[in-house]
């Protein structure tokens, strides 16, 4: 079989079982010799590269869709796309002179049914991180002192030990900086001293960076050293920061909220890249395999998305 037929063999697999549930298996005969064999390949820690990092906003789509998409080849075998999920997000926030970790509504729902929305995607090799940004507030993640530093940091090891997550993930936007004088100046230099106080007490987790707002665009080689990822807001092909491996650096970010870069980059991104992981930023409820496949067949030795019809409500509790 020569590359253009398996490519059209695995298109027309996509076709059909992204159309049926999970288990990737009917009663129709003319899908039933190719998917009563279907089986999920198990996944070793480091099997697959580039990794594939996606970011939910927890009120707007349920975590559990992210696990609703495979890569799959024509031995007919599947494994889940996505490597790492952020559970966008949890906010710092200062009151009365003391910093605190609040979990909105959606958020907060997520993690209280860890054993029905986070515990799936862990059982099926994906590592849920909580998303930390900045809470319209004067006080972040730049701009704390030692003391609290440490306060917020075992806040945060608290609800990563509580609901049983793999890691955390900053991204220091929405704080007001300028509009407070009582706190130390804001800095990259706090935004790491943060981040290692992190590692201290979350040796074997993850930590990964959302490299948009604040001060994170000039963290020092200490910090860089002790973070796992480190994401654009979108592009391709994006030079690593300064002292960053290229492992850890996403180079194509895809941003399906402003739909940037355009599908036809991503493609052309996709002949080219090298970094050790894709970001996936704001994965909406609907299908958007046909973007995934932009570059999923390149990179992934001609495998190809295919997404379930299973789609978990946003409001599952009602």
């Keep these: ?41 198990t996944r070793s820690t480091n099997a697959k590269t580039p990794k594939v990092v996606a970011t939910v906003e927890t009120n707007k789509v349920n975590p559990l869709n992210v696990g609703e998409y495979y890569l799959c080849d024509s031995t007919l075998e599947k494994e889940p796309f996505f490597d790492i999920v952020v559970l966008y997000a949890s906010d710092i926030n200062y009151i009365n002179g003391k910093v605190g970790l609040y979990h909105n509504p959606y958020q907060n729902n997520v993690l209280n049914a860890a054993d029905s929305i986070i515990r799936p995607l862990q059982k099926k090799g994906i590592k849920v991180l909580l998303g930390l940004r900045g809470g319209y507030s004067s006080v972040g993640f730049s701009n704390m002192n030692n003391s609290q530093i440490n306060d917020f940091s075992q806040l945060v090891l608290k609800a990563i030990n509580t609901y049983g997550l793999d890691g955390v993930d900053f991204d220091d936007e929405f704080t007001h900086y300028e509009s407070i004088t009582s706190q130390p100046k804001a800095s990259a230099a706090l935004l790491g001293n943060l981040i290692k106080r992190m ?8 930590i990964s960076v959302y490299r948009y707002g604040g001060y994170t665009f000039s963290l020092n080689q200490e910090t860089m050293d002790i973070i796992d990822y480190m994401r654009p807001n979108g592009g391709c092909m994006q030079t690593p920061p300064q002292g960053l491996p290229l492992d850890k ?3 194509l970010s895809i941003n ?29 409820y609907e299908d958007v395999s046909e973007t995934l496949n932009c570059f999923a067949p390149t990179f992934y030795g001609g495998r190809i998305v295919y997404r379930t019809n299973v789609f978990h409500p946003l409001e599952w509790w009602k």
């Design 1 to 41: 079989m020569n590359k253009i037929q398996k490519t059209y063999l695995l298109l027309i697999i996509a076709m059909i079982i992204g159309t049926i549930p999970t288990s990737c298996s009917n009663d129709q005969e003319i899908i039933s010799e190719m998917s009563k064999n279907l089986k999920i390949r």
């Design 199 to 206: 590692r201290q007490l979350l040796p074997d987790k993850l």
């Design 256 to 284: 399906l909220k402003s739909y940037y870069p355009s599908n036809n980059t991503i493609k052309r991104c996709a002949m080219y890249h090298e970094a050790g992981t894709v970001s996936i930023i704001c994965l909406p």
């Design 249 to 251: 650096w996403a180079d």
